[in-house]
């Protein structure tokens, strides 16, 4: 087989864990796989980044994030599947957001991971009065196809510890300065137990009151719609109802919202006994793990480059 004729079939494959095998099998195909021509022929022919897996975060006598692979695949910079003393909060175009807790927990700071190559960003203290309700990453460049980021923006949403207000902050990668708070909102004191979505070009978060939170056992459908003035409103489409979706005999009554994926259907969901992820356009659900404490789960999507260490993504 010539050259060209393994860089047509390897540049077809979406499964990462057969490239990792074919970059083993020889140094040629080795060569041929961390080629940039390469890479960048793989990015145009499949655009949009495989799932690679889903990070969540276990609460218990200790904080670890954890790795599920979707694939059989799991990133070698993740050793056992595993990341200590850290707690992600947001996940988007190969960039986990988290917080890393220092000296036996007793200081915490903001850091972005980049799981395919290892590389880790530990973000300055921005605000003492503040404490850090909900965190975004997100990519700083309008109109990009996402499959190469490598600079990044941080929202963080904080409450004033002594007013009550909340405001927000924006870190960029490129200054490696926060900037300057919004206008303070007095909201009370809420709580952010869920992960944000973006619709538009707007960041949404999930404020809960109350001890309750984000527990449901219907889930209310709402989709943006035109009105005939040309007025925009959230108008709701369905209702579901979570229990009957999930296995007879697990907990329904303790059904939790803990995620979903951009673009697609999927939600996820957890139980008093497991995680589960609930197709919403086929009514079906799956069963990923038994549940560990898991508060959010985030899918993790990414090119990956198959050398023998952390050393890149596609």
């Known amino acids: 087989m010539n050259s ?31 080629d940039p021509a390469f890479r ?11 799932t690679l897996g889903f990070h969540y975060s276990e609460y218990s006598t200790e904080i670890v994030t954890s790795f599920i692979p979707a694939t059989g695949f799991c990133p070698p910079c993740i050793p056992n599947y595993k990341l200590a003393d850290f707690a992600v909060s947001d996940c ?18 903001l850091m972005v991971w980049n799981p395919m190559t290892g590389h880790h960003t530990h973000l300055k203290s921005f605000d003492d009065s503040l404490i850090c309700m909900g965190e975004a990453v997100l990519c700083p460049v309008e109109s990009c196809d996402h499959a ?12 004033n510890k002594e007013e009550g207000t909340t405001t927000a902050y924006v870190y960029s990668s490129q200054s490696d300065e926060w900037s300057t708070p919004t206008p303070r909102l007095q909201l009370d004191w809420c709580n952010i137990q869920m992960h944000n979505v973006i619709v538009g070009s707007a960041l949404y978060f999930l404020l809960t009151y109350g001890p309750h939170g984000t527990q449901i056992l219907n889930l209310y459908l709402w989709t943006m719609k035109s009105g005939p003035d040309g007025s925009v409103a959230w108008t709701q489409d369905r209702v579901i109802d979570l229990a009957a979706l999930l296995p007879v005999g697990d907990l329904v009554s303790e059904v939790r919202l803990i995620g979903s994926m951009k673009g697609t259907d999927i939600i996820f969901a957890s139980t008093a006994l497991s995680i589960y992820s609930i197709d919403l356009k086929l009514l079906k659900s799956k069963k990923l793990r038994e549940q560990q404490n898991c508060r959010d789960i985030f899918p993790f999507m990414s090119f990956y480059n198959p050398l023998g260490s952390c050393r890149g993504r596609l």
């Open 92 to 109: 988007r175009h190969g960039h986990v957001l988290g917080r890393a807790f220092l000296f036996d927990f007793v200081h915490m700071q």
């Open 148 to 159: 190469t980021c490598h600079d990044f923006h941080v929202i963080c949403i904080g409450i």
């Open 40 to 50: 960048h022929r793989y990015r145009k022919l499949h655009q949009k980044a495989p």
């Open 4 to 34: 060209s004729t393994r860089s047509s079939s390897a540049s077809r494959q979406t499964s990462p864990a057969l490239l990792v095998r074919l970059s083993i099998l020889s140094k040629s195909w080795d060569r041929l796989l961390s």
